[in-house]
């Protein structure tokens, strides 16, 4: 199966390498870089339209950074028939419904496993269990540069040096506001409510406009002591849940940093792990942990979505259709790092957030408990 890769950057060169050290009969033949970058290798193109319209290339493997020109070459790709596999989350997550009635119109296969968790098999589970069990709810340490600081804080450095050091190990990029503002959390939990529950917020269904956020900027290690003390810890965390019973579906997602009890499963997750949930109305709550980034851990779980391509052709995109939001779905307190607590819906306490960090200090999600109960 020939396949054409979009991006050479820490992804798409992995991807390249692991198919060439191991061949399983998956062939790279068209790579896509910018204009003056594709020197050195007769694969290499700066002509999208050349991939497009090749008809021996079967697939196209997006792993570029940024929504455009991804999202749109994603649509361009799926429009001319050619399977689709990505790993780009900010490309896809505002336009899910969009890309997945388009590969189901069009016949082709539209695969995101890379795009949340790295190598977990999360979306590939959510689809399999949603296949038959209702899903109603997740959550999930899906942030690995997240976690990396807030365990290099729990071992006492505060919010600058850990953010500095996750960036010398490469955990975290120049710029992390997408990773520490809670955007990359966003744009995940958009993702796995497609894949989980087959619902998106559109129109106007951009991370920005219908996943409330609070991010994890702002922590200090005063803060985890003062936690740990009471027998809690924080994790940065994406969640969603959508509504129970008959009736037009509603939906509501939020990221946020989140109190959790010392004993838990999220507490033992260290560094840069990954670590998701969700609950399934017979199978209850299934649970998956792995390395969520990485330049080969992310290429092996886009290879696991090429070989089911290769070896099943185009199982059919999960179909997507629209949930209003709905913000009484969660709710829960927000603690303050000075004592103070509000209480409230989740979209409520992230917008108060805003407002109140600067006088009252970090602010965490504690979910009402039921909301999240084994
Ligand atoms: N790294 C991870 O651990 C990880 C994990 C899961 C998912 N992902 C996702 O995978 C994707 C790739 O990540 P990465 O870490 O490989 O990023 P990266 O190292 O920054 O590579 C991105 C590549 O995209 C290229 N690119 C961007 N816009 C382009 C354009 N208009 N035309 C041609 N090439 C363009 C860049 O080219 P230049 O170098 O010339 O700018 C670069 O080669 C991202 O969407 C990311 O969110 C990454």
Same mark, same amino acid.
Request: proline letters at 5%.
């Given at each position: 199966?020939? %396949?054409?890769?979009?991006?050479?950057?820490?992804?798409?060169?992995?991807?390249?390498?692991?198919?060439?050290?191991r061949?399983?009969?998956?062939?790279?033949? /068209?790579?896509?870089?910018?204009?003056?970058?594709?020197?050195?290798d007769?694969?290499?193109?700066?002509?999208?339209? &050349?991939?497009?319209?090749?008809?021996?290339?079967?697939?196209?493997?997006? %792993?570029?950074?940024?929504?455009?020109?991804?999202?749109?070459?994603?649509? &361009? =790709?799926?429009?001319a028939?050619?399977?689709?596999?990505?790993?780009?989350?900010?490309?896809?997550?505002?336009?899910?419904?969009?890309?997945?009635?388009?590969?189901?119109?069009?016949?082709?296969?539209? /695969? +995101?496993?890379? =795009?949340?968790?790295?190598?977990?098999?999360?979306?590939?589970?959510?689809?399999? $269990?949603?296949?038959? @069990?209702?899903?109603? /709810?997740?959550?999930?340490?899906?942030?690995?540069?997240?976690?990396?600081?807030?365990?290099?804080?729990?071992?006492?450095?505060? +919010?600058?040096?850990?953010?500095?050091?996750?960036?010398?190990?490469g955990?975290?990029? &120049?710029?992390?506001?997408?990773?520490?503002?809670?955007?990359?959390?966003?744009?995940?939990?958009?993702?796995?409510?497609a894949?989980?529950?087959?619902?998106?917020?559109?129109?106007?269904?951009?991370?920005?406009?219908?996943?409330?956020?609070?991010?994890?900027?702002?922590?200090?290690?005063?803060?985890?002591?003062a936690? $740990?003390?009471?027998g809690?810890?924080v994790?940065?965390?994406? +969640?969603?849940?959508r509504?129970?019973?008959? *009736?037009a579906?509603?939906?509501?997602?939020?990221?946020?940093?989140?109190?959790?009890?010392?004993?838990?499963l999220?507490?033992?997750?260290?560094?840069?792990?990954?670590?998701?949930?969700?609950?399934?109305?017979?199978?209850?709550?299934?649970a998956?942990?792995?390395?969520?980034?990485?330049?080969?851990?992310? &290429?092996?779980?886009?290879?696991?979505?090429?070989?089911?391509?290769?070896?099943?052709?185009?199982?059919?995109?999960p179909?997507?259709?629209?949930?209003?939001?709905?913000?009484?779905?969660l +709710? *829960?307190?927000?603690?303050?790092?000075?004592?103070?607590?509000?209480?409230?819906?989740?979209? @409520?306490?992230?917008?108060?957030?805003?407002?109140? /960090?600067?006088?009252?200090g970090?602010?965490?999600?504690?979910?009402?408990?039921?909301?999240f109960?084994?």
């Amino acid at each position: 199966m020939n %396949a054409a890769l979009l991006g050479y950057g820490t992804v798409g060169r992995s991807l390249d390498e692991l198919l060439s050290e191991r061949p399983i009969g998956i062939s790279v033949t /068209r790579i896509l870089r910018r204009p003056g970058k594709t020197a050195g290798d007769l694969r290499m193109t700066d002509d999208i339209h &050349a991939i497009l319209a090749d008809p021996t290339i079967v697939v196209v493997v997006e %792993a570029l950074s940024g929504e455009m020109p991804a999202a749109r070459w994603i649509e &361009a =790709a799926l429009a001319a028939g050619k399977h689709v596999v990505t790993a780009n989350k900010a490309a896809i997550a505002p336009r899910m419904m969009r890309l997945t009635a388009l590969a189901r119109e069009k016949g082709a296969a539209f /695969r +995101f496993e890379a =795009a949340v968790g790295g190598v977990i098999p999360w979306i590939e589970n959510l689809r399999r $269990a949603a296949g038959f @069990d209702r899903i109603d /709810r997740f959550c999930g340490i899906l942030n690995g540069t997240g976690n990396y600081i807030l365990d290099r804080m729990a071992a006492g450095l505060d +919010f600058a040096e850990a953010l500095a050091d996750a960036q010398a190990k490469g955990y975290a990029e &120049a710029d992390p506001s997408a990773d520490v503002g809670g955007l990359d959390l966003a744009n995940k939990a958009l993702v796995t409510a497609a894949a989980a529950f087959g619902l998106a917020p559109e129109p106007g269904g951009s991370a920005a406009l219908s996943v409330p956020t609070i991010g994890l900027d702002g922590i200090d290690s005063a803060y985890l002591k003062a936690a $740990a003390a009471a027998g809690k810890t924080v994790r940065f965390m994406a +969640f969603g849940r959508r509504s129970e019973g008959k *009736g037009a579906p509603r939906l509501a997602l939020g990221a946020a940093p989140v109190l959790v009890p010392l004993e838990s499963l999220e507490a033992a997750v260290r560094r840069n792990y990954n670590f998701a949930l969700f609950w399934g109305d017979v199978a209850g709550p299934l649970a998956f942990f792995g390395q969520g980034a990485g330049g080969r851990p992310t &290429a092996d779980a886009i290879i696991a979505d090429l070989r089911a391509i290769a070896e099943s052709g185009a199982s059919a995109a999960p179909r997507v259709t629209e949930a209003s939001l709905d913000d009484a779905l969660l +709710f *829960g307190h927000a603690r303050y790092a000075d004592g103070t607590v509000r209480s409230g819906t989740f979209a @409520d306490l992230a917008r108060e957030a805003k407002a109140l /960090r600067g006088r009252h200090g970090f602010a965490a999600f504690e979910p009402a408990p039921e909301l999240f109960e084994r």
